[in-house]
């Protein structure tokens, strides 16, 4: 029997259709899929229901294998690119004004944040090197494939402890969290790459070395970009790669803000709990990003497909979903007011 559950997640095809408006417009324009996304969304989510239902038994395990699921995740890909392209072509347009090149930038840096970075993610926890592959372009579109020795080996081990730098701390302030989180995690990337070849013997300056390959990379799809477009299509290429990593900070900040795990008397920390990641069953912003809000089972088991994940009772729950916290963090005295008394109780509760 076919299960066409799949359909709801078309709707994430929304965002390059929204950035093709952008890239195609003027003026105000240019700045659309940022409206659509952080304004419309959010009120939208006022409207609709927490929807906390999992899938159970013999149509959780169809809906796992399915391979319509992975294919969505596959053709992001060459959207991807052909979107990068796209955009490094509009903003060589005769007359356009800063302001409308800066729009056109964010629109693309919601592609690398969402469809870069987010789609990455996922298919960076698969065990299939051609996943994996696939993942590690997509990082590389924004710029950020050290996320992944981090993300896989620092982040999951560290989560809800001082030690990880994507756990934002009760107090902290998302705009000083960006620059922590992002720098932190880079050089801690390069620490993992490095204790990871020294322990099975292989040599740093080596094709063995990811951080290399991956900086190698960077440096070439940059300086592809530059002698083909130029140096405008250069400086607005790493301006929407800088706007996808913030979306990715603001992400990070918002998942796990306050959380904190017990240390027992031997100085080891307990096992990673629902309890260590805000959650949010908020369906739209659950569909537009592959399930990620439902982030407390992606830490349980994180090579498990976006499409079973599962809601959590015991998970805090955020008071909307992603797109709406994401904004609100960006208001820091109404961000405290509101979730610091809920970090309060987790704590006192767990």
């Keep these: 029997m076919v299960n066409f559950r799949f359909i709801r997640y078309l709707s994430v095809f929304t965002l390059p259709l929204s950035v093709f408006l952008s890239f195609s417009g003027n003026g105000l324009m240019t700045f659309f899929p940022v409206f659509f996304f952080f304004i419309v969304v959010p009120i939208l989510e006022l409207f609709f229901k927490p929807v906390k239902a999992n899938l159970e038994g013999e149509k959780k395990d169809q809906i796992k294998n399915a391979l319509i699921y992975d294919v969505l995740l596959y053709i992001i890909l060459p959207i991807q690119f052909g ?3 796209f955009f490094l072509g509009s ?12 729009g056109m930038t964010t629109s693309m840096g919601m592609m690398c944040g969402v469809f870069g970075i987010n789609i990455g993610h996922e298919l960076g926890h698969r065990v299939n090197r051609y996943e994996k592959l696939v993942g590690e372009l997509l990082l590389l579109s924004s710029l950020n494939t050290h996320f992944l020795p981090y993300h896989n080996l620092g982040h999951h081990k560290n989560v809800a402890t001082p030690s990880d730098s994507a756990t934002a701390r009760k107090g902290e302030v998302v705009f000083l969290f960006w620059i922590r989180s992002n720098f932190t995690s880079y050089v801690q990337a390069w620490q993992i790459e490095t204790k990871r070849l020294n322990k099975k013997g292989l040599p740093f300056i080596s094709i063995h070395n990811r951080m290399l390959v991956y900086l190698i990379a960077q440096i070439g ?8 477009f130029g140096f405008v299509g250069m400086v607005a290429f790493l301006g929407a790669a800088v706007f ?7 992400v990070n900040y918002i998942e796990h803000y306050g959380l904190l795990r017990k240390m027992n008397d031997k100085g080891v920390y307990e096992r990673v709990k629902p309890w260590h990641s805000w959650n949010s069953d908020h369906i739209i912003g659950r569909v537009l990003l592959f399930e990620l809000s439902r982030h407390s089972d992606h830490h349980y088991l994180a090579s498990k497909k976006y499409q079973i994940l599962d809601s959590y009772e015991e ?4 008071p909307t979903g992603y797109p709406g916290m994401m904004m609100l963090a960006l208001f820091p005295p109404l961000w405290f007011k509101i979730m ?7 704590r006192k509760d767990h």
């Design 83 to 85: 979107f990068l392209w």
């Design 91 to 102: 903003i060589k347009r005769e007359g356009l004004t800063w302001i409308e090149i800066a």
């Design 221 to 228: 799809l940059i300086a592809l970009i530059y002698f083909q």
């Design 244 to 250: 996808g990593v913030l979306l990715l900070e603001t």
């Design 315 to 318: 998970s805090p729950q955020m």
């Design 340 to 346: 610091n008394s809920k970090v309060d109780s987790i």
